[in-house]
T-cell receptor, first 117, second 116 residues
Framework: EPEVTQTPSHQVTQMGQEVILRCVPISNHLYFYWYRQILGQKVEFLVSFYNNEISEKSEIFDDQFSVERPDGSNFTLKIRSTKLEDSAMYFC????FGLGDKSYEQYFGPGTRLTVT | AQKVTQAQTEISVVEKEDVTLDCVYETRDTTYYLFWYKQPPSGELVFLIRRNSFDEQNEISGRYSWNFQKSTSSFNFTITASQVVDSAVYFCALSEVLRGAQKLVFGQGTRLTINP
């Protein structure tokens, strides 16, 4: 069964450093998403991406964040200058395009745990 | 704004007991989707069910059942004859469709502990 993959599974970085979290969505999906979960808290929407542009972003997704689809398979989240409060689990998700119930199911990757020290 | 409330922060029961996890949502949309996800200690999000707003039929899948009531804006989840492997954090979520893309709004989660 196709699945969303994410690398790395765990990333440790120092405050102020740039990090890139990578995701490979399911191949025929056209909508891509990033969510964040601070330890012990709820999962929060960061951004959605379609047709090579951001379609929606949350208040959390400020200027230090950016997303990119550099090729036909990868979808990346970049944090330019990490802060301690960026420590969280970051989930990538993807969904199909089109009408019908299937298009409203998001498939989540296993997550990347980011630790900022 | 959309909102999902899971009032039960933690539930602890003994194995084989039935347990119900509550979920109440708020939305102005007439078309929306509701979801339940399971997050085991390993951290991944496991999809359990999707329900659209036009389908109020209750659903049963093995020991799991879901009760969707539009009149009370609730989408509760019951585990029958609970097992230790059911121990996890369970999230209820509501989707908002924005220009074709979705945004999932999650509740705070309910940590369920099943004791042997």
């Amino acid at each position: 069964e196709p699945e969303v993959t994410q690398t790395p599974s765990h990333q440790v970085t120092q405050m102020g450093q740039e990090v890139i979290l990578r995701c490979v969505p399911i191949s025929n999906h056209l909508y891509f998403y990033w969510y964040r979960q601070i330890l012990g808290q709820k999962v929060e929407f960061l951004v959605s991406f379609y047709n090579n542009e951001i379609s929606e972003k949350s208040e959390i997704f400020d200027d230090q964040f950016s997303v990119e689809r550099p090729d036909g398979s990868n979808f990346t989240l970049k944090i330019r200058s990490t802060k301690l409060e960026d420590s969280a689990m970051y989930f990538c998700a993807s969904s199909e395009f089109g009408l019908g119930d299937k298009s409203y199911e998001q498939y989540f990757g296993p997550g990347t745990r980011l630790t900022v020290t | 704004a959309q909102k999902v409330t899971q009032a039960q922060t933690e539930i602890s029961v003994v194995e084989k007991e039935d347990v119900t996890l509550d979920c109440v949502y708020e939305t102005r949309d007439t078309t929306y989707y509701l979801f339940w996800y399971k997050q085991p200690p390993s951290g991944e999000l496991v999809f359990l069910i999707r329900r659209n707003s036009f389908d109020e039929q209750n659903e049963i899948s093995g020991r799991y059942s879901w009760n969707f009531q539009k009149s009370t804006s609730s989408f509760n989840f019951t585990i029958t004859a609970s097992q230790v492997v059911d121990s996890a954090v369970y999230f209820c979520a509501l989707s908002e469709v924005l220009r074709g893309a979705q945004k999932l709004v999650f509740g705070q989660g309910t940590r369920l502990t099943i004791n042997p």
